[in-house]
């Protein structure tokens, strides 16, 4: 390889990491905000200095299956930036880019806007965007994401999550895939919150539970102004916050009764199962780790499971995931309990905020389900074994 391609591959590097910074900031901040406008004016120099140095006027990029392609070249695999800006370009179904010398910084934000926030990027003089055409009958591309809640997709999305158990890595990409499509549905969605997956029956209960969840986790992470990928990442952790359950026996995970002492011991290693699983997976984020292991522990600090040396508060992304995850398994036909209502489930929530819950979060809970005092005023509650 020559010393000149080296370097234009560096410099192409270098450009693939900006467009992930300025993705960040944009994510985690507002349009205007300076960490913003720093990164894409970061942005523009760093594309200026990667055309120079490959002696270019503009670098385009074409997203094939998993690989990325500059100029023709496949990119080499070294860096995780190559595979999470092409994951970032195929799920706003962009599959080949064009950024040219002499973008200018308003083009760079419009550019960088909806890859962080949602939306599929326009193109402008500097920046062009559009679909590979490929030979054949047509077909749409595997990569699009069908509607989240429809059979097909649930189908699919039932497959990622027990493929987890054979290949680890493959599963999680296919559940990561699951959550942008959920995020995409939410954004345009009129109504405060969707339908929930149906449950078919006991067998698919964990699964059916874990979509739920992060459905609802990913609606209270929208309405405290979270976005973009740091939305993902909690809408991912949720989908895999009881993937520790898969490990568990179903003559316990399904037991129509109440579990003895035994048997609660463990239902309770799928914290511990779950966190050790996600370890092992490469890819995995840390904070799914954190939400596996966390998301029965108190928001007190008084002591729950998994047992810990000494107390803490469990992270927000976890109490998100045990609102959500209670929520849904108080307003679910279960082997060992009937399903209670909207109302009903909320009430169980404020019964147990200041102690289990933040009761801010719980409050925000219950505005997104459209709850009011006056309905959970009327409601008894059913505890129960919410594992």
Not at 202 to 220: G, I, K, R, W
Not at 228 to 251: C, E, F, Q, R
Request: charge should be neutral; glycine fraction near 6%.
């Amino acid at each position: 390889m020559s010393e000149r391609f080296q370097l234009g591959e560096a410099a192409v590097d270098r450009l693939i990491v900006q467009i992930g910074s300025a993705v960040s900031m944009r994510s985690l901040y507002a349009a205007s905000h300076p960490n913003v406008v720093k990164a894409c004016e970061k942005l523009v120099e760093t594309l200026a200095a990667a055309c120079a140095e490959r002696g270019k006027d503009e670098l385009t990029f074409l997203v094939v299956g998993d690989d990325l392609v500059v100029e023709g070249k496949p990119l080499r695999k070294t860096s995780l930036y190559h595979e999470q800006f092409a994951r970032a370009l195929r799920r706003r179904r962009v599959e080949r880019l064009t950024l040219a010398r002499g973008l200018e910084l308003e083009e760079c934000r419009r550019f960088v806007e909806p890859i962080a926030t949602g939306g599929t990027p326009v193109s402008t003089p500097h920046v062009i965007v559009g679909s590979l055409e490929l030979k054949g009958d047509g077909a749409a591309s595997s990569e699009s994401v069908p509607d989240p809640l429809s059979g097909d997709s649930l189908h699919a999305a039932r497959e990622a999550f027990t493929e987890m158990r054979k290949d680890k890595r493959t599963g999680l990409r296919r559940l990561e895939e699951v959550v942008w499509g959920l995020m995409d549905v939410l954004s345009q969605t009129t109504r405060e919150i969707l339908p929930l997956a149906p449950l078919k029956n006991h067998d698919e209960y964990t699964f059916v539970h874990s979509v739920n969840v992060s459905l609802l986790a990913l609606c209270q992470a929208r309405a405290l102004g979270i976005q973009g990928d740091p939305l993902h990442a909690i809408g991912v952790s949720a989908l895999v916050h009881d993937i520790g359950k898969l490990k568990i026996p179903l003559s316990v995970l399904n037991k129509p009764g109440k579990l003895e002492d035994d048997e609660w011991r463990v239902m309770q290693s799928h914290v511990e199962l779950g966190a050790r699983q996600l370890c092992e997976t490469p890819g995995a984020q840390p904070l799914a780790i954190v939400v596996a292991f966390e998301h029965h522990l108190r928001f007190d600090g008084q002591p729950s499971y998994p047992r810990l040396r000494a107390p803490r508060t469990p992270t927000l992304a976890s109490q998100i995931t045990a609102i959500a995850d209670v929520y849904d398994a108080a307003s679910t036909t279960r082997p060992y309990s009937q399903a209670q209502s909207r109302a009903a489930a909320i009430a169980l929530l404020r019964r147990r905020a200041g102690t289990w819950h933040d009761p801010l979060l719980v409050s925000n809970m219950a505005r997104i389900v459209g709850v009011t005092p006056e309905q959970e005023a009327g409601e008894t509650v059913r505890e129960g074994p919410w594992a």
